[in-house]
């Protein structure tokens, strides 16, 4: 078997399929809770904490800020000054619990999907009914001897 028809076997199998999928649905997903937290979470938690809150321009200047340079974020990262932009982090902190119980209620409603479904099938229990009627028949054949 060539090297290439080894890949394309590889590659066309069902859990690199599926993985590829996930990976491309993850990314996406990822983007929709950012846009979730940052557009409709964040602004709320700023009314709630008292008005016009950036959480983007909490930060701590850890440098000099040098003349004519702005004092927010964006001009600060830009001109080199290390910042400890704990608002940032706050940010992609609630942006994590978020995506994490989300995907923790998929995982519970796919379980109890999987719950739900009949412990034994029922051609298992089908098999067990005929396998008691042969064993009852086998034992009367012996007992005639």
Excluded: C, H, W
Excluded at 1 to 11: N, P
Excluded at 27 to 34: D, E, H, K, L, M
Excluded at 92 to 103: E, K, Q, R, S
């Amino acid at each position: 078997m060539s090297i290439i028809s080894e890949f394309k076997e590889f590659a066309i199998k069902g859990n690199v399929m599926d993985l590829a999928v996930g990976v491309i649905i993850g990314g996406a997903f990822g983007t929709i809770t950012t846009s979730l937290v940052e557009d409709i979470i964040m602004p709320i938690v700023a009314l709630i904490a008292g008005g016009e809150l950036n959480f983007k321009n909490m930060f701590i200047v850890l440098g000099d800020i040098p003349e004519g340079v702005a004092r927010n974020y964006d001009a600060l990262k830009a001109a080199g000054i290390p910042v400890l932009a704990y608002g940032s982090f706050f940010t992609v902190l609630i942006n994590f619990i978020i995506l994490a119980f989300i995907i923790f209620m998929m995982v519970k409603f796919v379980n109890r999907l999987r719950r739900q479904q009949p412990a034994v099938p029922d051609a298992i229990a089908e098999e067990i009914v005929l396998l008691r009627e042969i064993s009852a028949k086998l034992g009367n054949n012996n007992s005639v001897k």
